[in-house]
DNA sequence: CCGGTCACCTGAGTGC
DNA sequence: TGCACTCAGGTGACCG
């Protein structure tokens, strides 16, 4: 569900809630939302002072220090996971959804619990020493934050790639943290076909579309990101989905040229949504 | 390397 | 009201 707007501001709601808390007692109902051993996890987390919250790329990184050691926990909310505060309780009495619970520290009652939950369980959180994270971090490749990259970077990077472009665009390891809406979103705004094969692009082009993606994702950010069904932070939801163009909507008129109707159509087996007169897949003569 | 399909899950919405 | 069906912001495995 969530993608880089989303994920960066549930990592900075985190940070501000709970970066200096000691993690007095951790509970897992639902073990496969744990990945690696269990008892391993529960060990390494319990006790431990969260220094940070960050993002990276899609996911959630919570640096830990233990005893002077320090550790990462790492999160990825897949399409439902979220993450929210509440009294500690034991599970029975959890919502249904939730599967994981750290009780902080020297936080009022009624808030002195993280849940993590999950409608759907495709997220995953796992605990990384230093020596593990790094080869965790190796073996997903990451390319580059979308709002960090420079834009002779990004066009070498599409330039290698010969397949479609929403496709490469969604690729994690060509940049990190774009998905669906956002890709859509930019590749709107830049007027480019999800077709194109992303080798083909011009520089011109790819820098047209590094501008636009990046204003997209930051316009977002400024307003939490974007709810379009079930995203919730820790403070609410976004707004940003009041201002996509083309995302879910479907048949109506396209907001650039009046015409269109934006178009749904099927890309990389993800849903795709385009005007066809502002996005045509070869240059109409003018 | 590339594209397509399925799988992992639950719930919301739609149409009959 | 019920049922069948489609769809959902992500990824990873597998196959041709």
Redesign the pocket.
């Given at each position: 569900?969530?993608?880089l707007p989303?994920v960066q501001t549930i990592a900075s709601d985190l940070h501000e809630a709970v970066s200096g808390r000691v993690i007095e007692m951790a509970l897992v109902s639902l073990g496969?939302i744990v990945v690696g051993d269990l008892t391993r996890f529960a060990s390494l987390v319990t006790g431990s002072r969260i220094v940070a919250v960050k993002r990276l790329?899609?996911w959630l990184e919570f640096s830990l220090e233990t005893n002077g050691e320090p550790a990462t926990m790492l999160v990825?909310l897949?399409?439902t996971g979220q993450f929210h505060l509440n009294s500690w309780s034991s599970p029975v009495h959890w919502h249904?959804?939730d599967h994981a619970a750290f009780r902080l520290s020297g936080l009022p009652s009624e808030q002195n619990t993280l849940y993590y939950r999950d409608?759907?369980?495709?997220g995953s959180l796992r605990v990384l020493n230093a020596p593990e994270l790094s080869e965790f971090l190796t073996g997903l490749g990451l390319g580059p934050d979308p709002l960090l990259v420079n834009p002779s970077d990004f066009f070498k990077r599409l330039r290698r790639?010969?397949?479609?472009l929403k496709?490469v665009l969604?690729d994690?390891t060509t940049v990190s943290g774009l998905?669906?809406?956002y890709v859509d979103e930019g590749l709107f705004a830049a007027k480019l076909s999800p077709l194109r094969s992303a080798a083909t692009l011009t520089r011109t082009e790819t820098d047209r579309l590094l501008t636009e993606l990046k204003r997209i994702l930051m316009a977002s950010i400024v307003v939490r990101?974007?709810?379009?069904?079930?995203?919730q932070g820790l403070k609410g939801g976004g707004h940003y989905q009041k201002q996509l163009q083309v995302y879910g909507r479907t048949g109506a008129p396209c907001p650039v040229c009046a015409g269109g109707p934006i178009e749904r159509s099927v890309v990389?087996?993800?849903?795709t949504h385009t005007c066809p007169r502002c996005q045509p897949l070869s240059k109409v003569k003018s």
């Open positions: 569900m969530p993608e989303e496969k790329g899609k990825h897949k399409m249904p959804h409608i759907r369980q495709f790639r010969k397949g479609r496709c969604l994690q998905g669906n809406i990101g974007s709810t379009t069904s079930n995203y990389s087996g993800r849903s």
